[in-house]
């Protein structure tokens, strides 16, 4: 086939680096040309798209609809949009789709990653190895202040078993922990064969140690963890979240923490991440109050939307990305799990 030219929008270094070698580890150098744009998909770049066949994406440049209106008016030969993410919560499906976009996203480029990053703040914010790291590097070796609990014996609470929470049940079983999960559609066939309980989200609030969040969000999720939900948690118990960040109302979140009711939370993701996460500004005034009071708070480790982060996962998306690109110039039905459809839309 003809080289088809694909422009990545908001592209890191890391991004670069895996999809030149998906490329060539996937043969397709002669098939598919690739630039690479630091610059957000948004009114001011639409453009930039024009004279290309398709784009890469992370979801969260395509929430709005008169992007993908201004990328049909103005770039005509882009067919397809590529997300290299799992989620693709508030992009312009409809839209795209009308115009003849086709979408194709990654479901699962690493469900251990995201679990165990869950995992690895779970225990840092426990064992306060945040306070720790930093009172070692000043030459302060007291403990006062550093005291954590087992987790061995606790009760986890794990609300969402897809893919991701089902690597989190495994991980927390291994630790020696009791598990209570909540999803939509529980599996009591799993569930029992790997020694797990399905309760009522209120059974899973008020009965466990450490809550886990790993549901997708939509209408429905939407801070599914708000000011009752918090009220009705343990007390002392802990929150994390690595999934999505409006399934936590932060400010909710912040007063309860304000209060003394929960020992803490660790976040990948926050409510209003969009404006800040992926970017530095160590050298600004940060405006975002909520955001600013939670990073302050020493009961509290938020890290920035990392939880995919890991070699694996980076190898994942891009070969699958690529594969899909290269299917759909070759005129080749995508994979039913990769192709975005309206009705799943989340």
């Known amino acids: 086939m003809t080289q088809k030219k694909i422009l990545f929008f908001d592209s890191k270094l890391y991004d670069e680096k895996t999809f030149k070698e998906a490329l060539k580890i996937l ?12 610059s957000k998909l948004n009114d001011d770049t639409v453009t930039e798209a024009q004279g290309y066949d398709g784009i890469c994406i992370v979801n969260r440049d395509a ?37 003849g976009i086709e979408i194709c996203r990654v479901p699962n480029y690493s469900p251990h990653a995201i679990a165990e990053h869950s995992l690895a703040l779970l225990l840092s914010l426990n064992r306060n190895m945040h306070h720790a790291f930093f009172r070692t590097k000043q030459h302060n070796f007291t ?5 954590g609990i087992d987790v061995f014996g606790k009760t986890v609470g794990i609300i969402g078993t897809g893919g991701v929470g089902m690597c989190a049940v495994n991980i927390f079983l291994g630790f020696g922990c009791k598990v209570l999960a909540y999803d939509i559609l529980p599996n009591e066939e799993i ?16 009965k466990s140690d450490i809550v886990s969040l790993y549901a997708p969000l939509n209408k429905s999720t939407y801070h599914l963890i708000d000011k009752n939900a918090l009220n009705k948690m343990k007390q002392n118990a802990m929150l994390i979240n690595t999934s999505r960040g409006p399934l936590v109302d932060a400010k ?13 939370a660790a976040l990948d993701v926050y409510e209003f991440e969009e404006k800040y996460f992926f970017n530095d500004f160590s050298q600004t005034v940060m405006n ?26 980076l190898k994942n998306i891009a070969e699958t990305t690529i594969t899909n690109l290269l299917d759909f110039f070759d005129g080749k039905l995508l994979n039913e799990q990769y192709e975005v459809k309206i009705s799943e839309k989340k």
């Open 27 to 38: 043969n397709g150098e002669d098939k598919l040309h690739l630039t690479f744009l630091q």
């Open 63 to 99: 929430r709005n609809i008169n992007i993908i209106e201004k990328l049909h008016k103005y770039c005509p030969s882009v067919k397809i949009i590529a997300l290299r993410s799992a989620g693709y919560s508030g992009s312009s499906i409809e839209i795209a789709k009308k115009y």
């Open 143 to 147: 403990l006062d202040g550093l005291v």
């Open 191 to 206: 569930a029992k064969e790997k020694g797990f309980k399905y309760v009522t989200m209120d059974e899973l609030l008020e």
């Open 252 to 264: 909710a979140l912040l007063e309860c923490l304000k209060s003394k009711k929960l020992r803490g």
């Open 288 to 313: 975002d109050d909520t955001l600013a009071r939670l990073i302050s708070m020493p009961n509290t480790i938020v890290t920035s939307h990392q939880a995919f982060l890991t070699e694996e996962a």
